[in-house]
């Protein structure tokens, strides 16, 4: 997350006008691991929640306050994180090939990524419910259909689809660009700002309490059932 905030800032900082962001591989981002997160909270469960908490905070603050245009080319599954700061980006792309999912309950774990506020506005209650609390898996045309995602395109042309509409961009004036983008997000980012807030003292609240941990415990231990 440290390392996605610093190349953020140094996109920021350069004479780009948008920023593409995709992945590497079939997995566009698996979410936080809960192996991670236990493996760390049981070493000091207080300093870590905190440190781990903020780390999220400090990534969505990243993309709220990104100027310039985020494309987002969801190449493949998107979980939890990966998924929750989709709304959160300017357009969104999809692979055939692609799904999203926030099982935030079945990890135990609280809405991250401001999709307690997003969710809702885009996909309506009745669907953003289900998909944080009963963890519903959403197809690419699924989301697309709800707007999630603007467009889905065939996984074997989906970079050059990507590439075709990217160079369209960037033929705008950055300066309108990054006007046009306040315009359409400058009347929320305080809402975001605190909805990120909330949202993540709620995980820290979770984390440093025993209950949180005993529930990642219950996790882990379910899903090695499972397998």
């Avoid at 995709?22 to 997160?37: A, D, K, Q």
């Avoid at 709304?87 to 969104?92: A, E, F, H, T, W």
């Avoid at 259909?145 to 689809?161: K, M």
Wanted: hydrophobic content about 45%; charged content about 20%.
């Amino acid at each position: 997350m440290k390392e996605v905030c610093r190349a953020l800032g140094n996109a920021a900082a350069d004479d780009s006008k948008l920023l593409l962001l995709s992945s590497v591989g079939t997995v566009f981002c698996s979410g936080l691991e809960p192996s991670y997160l236990i493996g760390r909270l049981s070493t000091d469960r207080r300093k870590e929640s905190t440190r781990i908490a903020d780390a999220v905070r400090d990534l969505v603050l990243a993309f709220i306050h990104f100027k310039k245009p985020i494309v987002v080319a969801v190449n493949g599954p998107a979980l939890g994180l990966g998924a929750s700061i989709l709304p959160l980006c300017d357009v969104v792309w999809a692979s055939e090939k692609a799904w999203f999912q926030t099982p935030c309950a079945a990890l135990r774990l609280t809405p991250s990524g401001c999709s307690s506020y997003t969710f809702p506005q885009i996909l309506g209650v009745a669907l953003a419910n289900e998909m944080l609390f009963c963890g519903r898996k959403l197809t690419a045309q699924e989301a697309c259909s709800r707007g999630l995602v603007s467009q889905v395109f065939w996984p074997a042309t989906f970079n050059q689809e990507v590439m075709i509409r990217v160079r369209e961009m960037t033929l705008c004036s950055s300066v309108v660009l990054e006007e046009s983008k306040y315009l359409v997000r400058g009347m929320v980012m305080s809402v975001l700002e605190e909805v990120n807030d909330k949202e993540c003292q709620m995980l820290k609240q979770l984390w440093c309490s025993t209950k949180g941990l005993e529930a990642l415990f219950s996790y882990m231990q379910n899903k090695g059932y499972e397998n």
